[in-house]
C-alpha cells in the first residue's frame, strides 16, 4: 500500500455554499469526493478526489439489485480556535471494515481511507459551517458495480466519500422527543445484518416509521426480533435509560448497531464514575421501574443527534413519560461534554479527537 | 393513465449476441431498455424505451445507502411454434407491487407496466434464444434515486426494465444439488422484508452462501429467524417435501418470498389430485421422516431452474440423501409439465402462458 496515492482533480466550478441557516442534513454537497475502486486481482486501487459529480452505473450493478452496500456517517467540526476537528474516525472505518466483511466485501486499509479522508475534508474547508452545532458530514459509502444479475458477492466495488454541511440539530434547543415502541415490524434479527450498517436495515426501518410518524410519534423504538420483548435501538441512535441511579444501554447482542456514540458515553460514564451497565433490558422491565417511579431519564445516541433525550415512550396502549418531559441530568451532561470535546470547548482525556490539518498529500 | 404512451429511441449500434452455447446467467444484456422515472406531484411519468446505457446518479441517490429497492424477475420464451411466450407476468409486476408496499415505494400501474414489457421484448426478440431450455431474462426492478442522505422514503424513482439472454439451467440433465442447513445466519424474520423481493434479503444471504460453498454445498436451507427450527426457503428458490405420499411446503408466513413457481406447483399438484399442503415443518419433523423411510422427495422451485431436485441436505453435522440422489417422480412430472407449458410443448390449460405478439405500440 505504501505506493498508494491519491490523485486529485480539482474542480473549477466552486458550487456557490447554502446559508449556514437555511443547512438542511444530507441536502446539499461539497466540491469534491473521493473515489477508489476495487476489482480483482488488482484489489483497491486508483485512489482520486475529483470535483462532485454524478455516477455513471451499468443497470445491472449488483447494488441496484441485491443491496451489497455499506456506509458509514461521522462528522468534522469546526473549533472555537479553528482547528478542524474529526472524533474518532478510526472507529468509523474499524465499523466499516466490520460492515464489509459480514457483507462479503474486501476490507479497506483503514488508515489510508482515513488519510485520505483529511485530505478530502482539507480541500473543502471552507465549507464547514461555523455557527454553533453546525458541522460537515463525512458519508463514506461502498457500493457493489458488477454488471452481473446472479446472487453472489460482487468482484467490482467503489469506495465513494461525499461531504454535507449540516445545520444545528438543536436549533430551538433540546427538546425531547416522543418515540414510539414497535411491535409488529423487525429491523433485525441475530443472525441477520443488524450489526452492519448495510442499506437493507434501513430500508426495512421505512415502513415502522411510516407508521409511527402518522401518530406523531417521531422515531421507532425497536424491540428483539425473536421475542419482541427486549429493547434493542431506536431508527438511527443507541439508547440509554437511567433506571433508580444506573445507567443501562443493551448489550451488543449482535442485531445492535454498535454506535461510537454509544461507546464513547459508556467510557464517560465510567470515567465519571456514574454506574453503567450494558445488559438485556425488556420493555415489561423498563415500564414496571417507571412504575415504581425509578425510570429517571431516557435518551437515545447517534452522530446526528450526540445526545437526544426521550419525553414519552409509547407502548402497547400505555405511555411512559420520562422526567417531566425535560432533559435530565446526565443527558445534560453528557451532551455538553461531548459536544464540548467535539467542538474544542472542553479538554479531550480520552483521546477521541483527530484534528485534520494541511498534510503532505497522502502517499 | 390513459395518456400515457411509452416513448421509443431505437438503439442504432445494435449489439453482437453472444453465442447460445456460452451464455451465463445475467452477463449480457440486449439492445434496449425500459425507463420510467417517479417524482412528487407527477407520479409515474415519462416511460420510455431506449438503448441499453449506463444510469447516470448522484452518488447521494438514496438508493446507494438506504437499500429502498425492489426488483423481480420473469423469462420470455420462445415457444416451438415460434410464439414469444411469458409465464404469469401478472403475478410478478402484483409482487412487484406487494414490495414496493413493504419498501414505502410508490405502486406502479401494473397492466402499464406488463405491456411496456411486452413491447421491449418484441422489440429485442432477436434476442430470445432459441435452443432447448434457453429464455430470456427479464429483470424490473425500482430503486430510489433522490439525492438525499436523510432515512425516509425517497420522493424520486426509477423503474427500469433489462432484459438477458441466458442459457439452459441444465445443461447436463438434471442432477439433484446439495444443500446445507444453515444454523447460524438468518436471511429473514417475520416482521422484517423476508416476503418482499429486496436487495437487503439478498445481501444479507451472501456470507452463509460463500460459508457453505467452501463445504461444498451449492446452496443454503434457511430455518426460521424465531427459533431456528422450521424450514423456510433456499437462496433464491421455494421449497418442498414429498413425505409419505403427500408434498409439502412451507407456508407463506410472512418471511418467506410468495414464489410463483411455488403457487403453480401447487395449482399444479391439486389438479393432478396429488396431496399438496402448505404448513409449518421442522427440520426435526423432516429428519425423522428421513429416519422412517418417508421422505420420498425434496426439491426447490424457482424461476431459474423451474424445478431442482435436492439430492442431499446437511443438518447439524447430520446427513439426510434424498431418493438415492435421483430426480424423484412428482419432481420430474411437474418440470416436464411446468417446462413444456412454458415453450409451448405441452397445453396450457391453467391460463398461464401470455404471449407477446406485435402489438400496437402502448398507449
Ligand atoms: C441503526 C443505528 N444505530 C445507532 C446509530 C448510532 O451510531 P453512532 O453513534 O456511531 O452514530 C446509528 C447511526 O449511525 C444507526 O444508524
Ligand atoms: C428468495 C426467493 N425465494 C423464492 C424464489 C422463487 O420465486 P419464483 O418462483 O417467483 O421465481 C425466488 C426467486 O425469485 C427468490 O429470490
Known amino acids: 500500500m505504501e505506493e498508494w496515492t491519491v490523485k486529485v482533480e480539482q474542480s473549477d466550478n466552486k458550487k456557490e455554499k447554502p446559508d449556514t441557516e437555511q443547512l438542511e442534513f444530507g441536502r446539499s454537497f461539497t466540491d469534491h469526493m473521493f473515489v477508489m475502486d476495487?476489482?480483482?486481482?488488482?484489489?483497491?486501487?486508483?485512489?482520486?478526489?475529483?470535483?462532485?459529480?454524478?455516477?455513471?452505473?451499468?443497470?445491472?450493478?449488483?447494488?441496484?439489485?441485491?443491496?451489497?452496500?455499506?456506509?458509514?456517517?461521522?462528522?468534522?467540526?469546526?473549533?472555537?480556535?479553528?482547528?478542524?476537528?474529526?472524533?474518532?474516525?478510526?472507529?468509523?472505518?474499524?465499523?466499516?471494515?466490520?460492515?464489509n466483511d459480514r457483507l462479503c466485501i474486501p476490507?479497506?486499509?483503514?488508515?489510508?481511507?482515513?488519510?485520505?479522508?483529511?485530505?478530502?475534508?482539507?480541500?473543502?474547508?471552507?465549507?464547514?459551517?461555523?455557527?454553533?452545532?453546525?458541522?460537515?458530514?463525512?458519508?463514506?459509502?461502498?457500493?457493489?458495480?458488477?454488471?452481473?444479475?446472479?446472487?453472489?458477492?460482487?468482484?467490482?466495488?467503489?469506495?465513494?466519500?461525499?461531504?454535507?454541511?449540516?445545520?444545528?440539530?438543536?436549533?430551538?434547543?433540546?427538546?425531547?422527543?416522543?418515540?414510539?415502541?414497535?411491535?409488529?415490524y423487525v429491523r433485525a434479527v441475530k443472525g441477520g445484518t443488524g450489526e452492519a450498517k448495510t442499506g437493507g436495515n434501513y430500508a426495512s426501518s421505512l415502513k415502522a416509521q411510516e407508521v409511527v410518524g402518522k401518530q406523531g410519534y417521531s422515531q421507532v423504538l425497536w424491540l428483539d426480533g425473536v421475542e419482541k420483548k427486549y429493547i434493542e435501538e431506536v431508527g438511527s441512535m443507541n439508547v440509554f435509560f437511567k433506571i433508580n441511579g444506573e445507567v443501562v444501554t443493551p448489550a451488543l447482542n449482535g442485531s445492535i448497531l454498535s454506535g461510537i456514540t454509544r461507546d464513547s458515553v459508556i467510557e464517560m460514564l465510567k470515567y465519571w464514575d456514574i454506574p453503567v451497565s450494558e445488559r438485556r433490558i425488556s420493555m415489561e422491565e423498563l415500564y414496571q421501574a417507571y412504575l415504581d417511579g425509578q425510570l429517571e431519564e431516557a435518551f437515545g445516541t447517534g452522530t446526528a443527534a450526540v445526545i437526544s433525550p426521550i419525553g414519552e415512550l409509547a407502548w402497547e396502549g400505555k405511555k411512559i413519560h420520562v422526567n417531566e418531559g425535560e432533559i435530565g441530568n446526565v443527558a445534560k451532561r453528557l451532551y455538553d461534554t461531548m459536544s464540548g470535546i467535539q467542538y474544542g470547548k472542553v479538554e479531550d482525556p480520552f483521546g477521541w479527537i483527530v484534528k485534520v490539518k494541511e498534510a503532505a498529500p497522502v502517499k
Chains 1, 2 share one sequence.
Request: charged share 20%.
Open 107 to 184: 476490507p479497506i486499509d483503514e488508515e489510508f481511507v482515513l488519510k485520505a479522508i483529511k485530505q478530502l475534508v482539507y480541500m473543502d474547508k471552507e465549507w464547514i459551517p461555523k455557527a454553533e452545532g453546525t458541522s460537515l458530514y463525512i458519508r463514506p459509502f461502498i457500493i457493489s458495480t458488477e454488471p452481473y444479475l446472479g446472487v453472489a458477492p460482487s468482484h467490482h466495488y467503489k469506495l465513494i466519500v461525499i461531504l454535507s454541511p449540516v445545520g444545528a440539530y438543536y436549533k430551538e434547543g433540546i427538546n425531547p422527543v416522543k418515540i414510539a415502541v414497535e411491535n409488529h
Open 38 to 99: 476495487y476489482s480483482e486481482p488488482v484489489g483497491w486501487h486508483d485512489a482520486r478526489i475529483v470535483p462532485y459529480q454524478p455516477l455513471t452505473i451499468e443497470p445491472s450493478a449488483m447494488a441496484f439489485h441485491y443491496g451489497q452496500s455499506v456506509f458509514e456517517g461521522m462528522k468534522a467540526y469546526h473549533a472555537q480556535n479553528g482547528d478542524i476537528q474529526l472524533f474518532r474516525p478510526d472507529k468509523n472505518l474499524a465499523r466499516l471494515n466490520h460492515s
